[in-house]
């Protein structure tokens, strides 16, 4: 049997993209997953999603990381499945979908997938960094020099040291432009290395920089190895609410592969 996919990314955060609304592909074959994300023996990806029909919702989102689990929201993966929906005819402008962290809101403007994320009420503050849950968990800490800082390394460090252990986090660092724009790399769990962008990491890196004071802007401009993102949010008394991550989406090919 072949299986039809699509291949997207999202400012360099790739992704393998099925629509499952048959429900034909076996979502309990890790080993599968893997294989398909794997960058030499399969497609290739940083993760898979599965775009699924949902009774209350345009459709549903399934996320597994590059390691053939499945995983908590992805944030540039939410952008390029709303771009595969459009693509699909499934809506025009504006949808609704639910992934993992409950119901999303998208709109496509100018070309640019603008993607309500999760309202977010808390954020750990330490002397060395912030953690946050975007959709994901997001561990966030300044660096200095962040173009030669070797982010796999020190990212695997934090990823399995404590208080993270083997549940994990996904870990960001940060360097300052100016007091509306941040530049980012990310360690991302699931992936176990360095990716071009991560989605739900830009996201907790903006609430955290106006969090801390380290800006008064409340649309942040996010420069990531593979382009630029843009997150905007209200603070309404202490939750970070109507939480956007703005950003382009591109589908790349589309393929068959024997199953
Ligand atoms: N690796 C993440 C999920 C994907 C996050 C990232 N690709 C994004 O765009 O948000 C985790 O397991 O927590």
Do not use: W
């Amino acid at each position: 049997m072949t299986l039809t996919f699509y291949k997207y990314q999202g400012t360099g955060n790739d992704f393998v993209i099925i629509d499952n609304r048959q429900e034909l592909f076996n979502k309990n074959d890790t080993k599968y997953v893997k294989f398909l994300c794997d960058r030499r023996f399969g497609i290739g990806a940083d993760g898979l999603i599965l775009l699924e029909n949902h009774p209350d919702a345009d459709f549903k989102m399934v996320y597994y990381n590059a390691d053939g689990n499945e995983s908590t929201m992805c944030g540039n993966g939410g952008r390029c499945i709303v771009a595969f929906a459009e693509f699909l005819g499934i809506f025009k402008n504006t949808t609704t979908f639910y992934a993992i962290d409950g119901l999303h809101h998208a709109k496509i403007e100018e070309n640019l997938i603008h993607l309500q994320m999760k309202n977010v009420e808390t954020i750990d503050t330490f002397t060395t960094h912030h953690f946050l849950d975007t959709g994901s968990p997001h561990h966030v800490q300044f660096v200095d020099n962040l173009k030669t800082f070797n982010v796999k390394a020190e990212g695997e460090k934090i990823r399995y040291g404590a208080p993270y252990n083997q549940a994990g986090s996904n870990v960001n660092f940060v360097e300052k432009i100016n007091p509306n724009t941040f530049a980012v790399r990310t360690y991302e769990r699931g992936v176990e290395d360095e990716t071009l962008s991560c989605g739900t990491g830009v996201t907790a890196v903006a609430i955290a920089m106006y969090d801390s004071g380290e800006s008064a802007s409340n649309i942040i401009n996010l420069n990531v190895e593979g382009g630029q993102l843009k997150v905007s949010f209200d603070k309404v008394e202490d939750t970070y609410k109507n939480v956007m991550l703005i950003g382009p989406a591109t589908q790349v090919f589309k393929g068959e592969i024997e199953c």
